[in-house]
């Protein structure tokens, strides 16, 4: 009778451990996919946020600020002097500041 407890005894450990283990490693690998997939949203998250966001000029770049003060000022006077209505000397002007 006590070798029949000792088996008993014996299995119920194995088993235990065992499942004890296989716990462990279910955990583990659950937190593995979790983190590919978290970084995965975040390469993707990225990847939106840089083909959404537009690269804001305050400024055209390629014209320097004398040559947009002097086309301004011509701007002005054409307004000035009636040829362009506000609208479009607005328009022109938004155009040239790039804005």
């Known amino acids: 009778m006590a070798g029949l ?3 008993i005894a014996r299995t119920a450990v194995i088993s235990g451990t065992a499942t004890a283990v296989s716990k462990n490693v279910s955990r583990r690998q659950a937190q593995r996919f ?3 997939d978290q ?3 975040a390469q993707q998250q990225q990847q939106v946020y840089q083909q959404q966001a537009p690269p804001q000029q305050s400024y055209r770049e390629d014209v320097d ?3 947009q003060l002097a086309q301004l000022s011509k701007l002005g006077q054409l307004r000035d002097q009636g040829i362009l209505t506000q609208q479009e000397f607005e328009a ?4 040239i500041l790039g804005v």
Do not use: H, I, N
């Open 5 to 7: 407890l000792r088996g």
């Open 65 to 67: 600020f004398d040559e």
């Open 34 to 36: 979790a983190e590919k």
């Open 92 to 95: 022109k002007k938004r155009q």
């Open 39 to 41: 970084q995965a949203y």
